[in-house]
């Protein structure tokens, strides 16, 4: 057995035995159940009314199933970004150095495993969407989509955005080492900073384009609808990146805040 098999079978159980990712994750499901039921119900509603619904060109259900991503994808940056951060707060870091000696193989382990578990996170972020998309769309009489391929490929697309956010999250957990001031950075960002930095982005062609490669717009590239459509952001015309410009933009942040984590932070003495 290699060392990095080792690593990747210690890291597979740090995950497993404790009861913080199953515990993120019901949140997530209820979250996206509820956002995507109601706002569905409430998109549903008004496209069968006169003048309403979502901008030309934007898709109902993909916008509603992308709420996965869209408004989930904080769940895994967190789950990522704990998984190492713990290490140092509960002082297991120490032991965890001892038994791979070499801290590159441990945080690529974190990393590999990490994006397994945002994989997990993507597939039932998806099912609470469309489950409860889907059921608001029918209760309205719309098409759910959910025979056509492009919906499903959004899903698989979807999934893999899910696993690069858990990724960038391992990234940011090992530059910013204390598990509070981590938390904070993700919520702030995610949930103030780049929203207000998206809508900024619109006052001009050129800034509109440079947004394009912030992170949560990105993403919305790489599974190719977005849940700001609803607002006349991220879709309806505004210009997004082609889904494999996307996935390429967030594997960027996620390998360069890892490597970053790792010259700065991840080879320090430890006591």
């Known amino acids: 057995m290699t060392a990095f ?10 995950v497993t035995t404790t009861r913080m990712w199953w515990v993120i994750a019901i949140v997530m499901v209820g979250y996206v159940v509820l956002m995507a039921g109601g706002l569905g119900a409430a998109l549903g509603f008004a496209a069968g009314q006169d003048g309403g619904g979502l901008p ?43 038994a791979v000696p070499r801290r590159g193989l441990a945080l690529g382990a974190k990393f590999v495993v990490q994006c397994g578990l945002g994989a997990l996170y993507g597939v039932l972020a998806f099912a609470a969407s469309i489950g409860a998309g889907a059921l608001a769309l029918g209760l309205a009489g719309l098409e759910t989509g959910l025979g056509t391929s492009a919906v499903w490929m959004l899903v698989a697309r ?20 204390n598990q509070v001031a981590a938390i904070v950075i993700v919520l702030a960002f995610t949930q103030f900073l780049e929203p207000i930095l998206r809508l900024v982005a619109l006052l001009t062609p050129v800034t509109q384009a440079i947004g394009q490669f912030l992170p949560g717009a990105a993403s919305d590239g790489l599974v190719g609808a977005s849940f700001l459509a609803v607002g006349g ?23 360069l805040t890892t490597v970053g984590g790792y010259l700065t932070t991840w080879r320090k003495d430890v006591t």
């Open 233 to 255: 952001m991220g879709g309806g015309g505004i210009a997004i990146l082609d889904w494999w410009q996307g996935g390429l933009v967030l594997l960027a942040y996620a390998v």
């Open 158 to 177: 979807g999934v893999v955005a899910m696993a690069l956010w858990s990724a960038i999250g391992v990234g940011l957990g090992a530059l910013v080492r």
């Open 56 to 98: 030309p060109g934007v898709d109902l259900s993909s916008t509603i199933y992308s709420f996965a991503t869209g408004i989930g994808y904080v769940f895994p940056v967190i789950v990522g970004a704990l998984a190492v951060t713990g290490e140092f707060r509960h002082q297991t870091v120490t032991p965890t150095f001892l």
């Open 5 to 14: 098999t080792q690593a990747l079978r210690a890291e597979v159980a740090k």
